[in-house]
């Protein structure tokens, strides 16, 4: 990609309770969150005042917010390239609320497509965006964990931190998280 006054990427590694995570963006909005093994560096090059990297730290801020326990979902914009069904299936993971859980035929019914829950578990599973679009809320129909992109074990420790209702389904994801780290650890621009 090009890089000009906010039509660069930016890339930021962020250190939460939950574990660390790579967020990236461009001028248009977040791109990815993804979780990070343990003590992964990311090179930085500081770009400030770059609409990438302003729309990196806001997602950095929520991500670490979040880990501490907000309730506060993720307004900032996004530029995910993708279809029209996942864009809708994403916008609509975006409004189930903290600590609690869908299923794949519920947000096909919310969004017209009854009989679609298939459809909409790829669309699910595409998602690049790992906690601020949150997949990890999507169940089975009958209660059960379905995959997720980054591990079962993580999402449910997210649940478990969510302190979601259906936590006795998942009551091994409760072991103690690590005392609290929160920052934001490195920028980069991507020319």
């Known amino acids: 990609m090009r890089s ?21 963006a461009t001028g248009r909005g977040l791109r990815s969150v993804t979780p990070l093994p343990a003590d992964t560096e990311t090179p930085s090059i500081p770009a400030v005042g770059d609409d990438a990297l302003r729309h990196a730290h806001a997602a950095a801020a929520m991500l ?40 794949y ?28 679009v949150p997949c990890h809320r999507v169940v089975g129909a009958d209660g059960s ?23 006795p389904l998942f009551a091994e994801a409760q072991t103690p998280a690590p005392a609290p780290r929160n920052h934001l650890r490195r920028a980069t621009r991507v020319h």
């Open 145 to 167: 964990l379905r995959g997720f992109a980054w591990g079962l074990d993580l999402k449910r420790r997210l649940l478990a931190h969510e302190g979601c209702a259906a936590l």
């Open 105 to 132: 035929g519920e947000i096909a019914a919310a969004l017209g497509m009854p009989g679609e829950a298939r459809a909409v578990g790829a669309a699910v599973a595409g998602n690049p965006v790992c906690i601020l």
């Open 4 to 24: 000009g006054h906010g039509n660069g990427m930016a890339r930021m590694q962020v250190r939460t309770t939950l574990g660390d995570f790579a967020v990236e």
């Open 64 to 103: 670490c917010r979040y880990a501490d326990g907000d309730r506060a979902r993720f307004e900032g914009p996004l530029d995910l390239p993708a279809s029209a069904l996942h864009l809708a299936v994403w916008d609509r993971l975006r409004a189930v609320p903290f600590a609690t859980t869908t299923t």
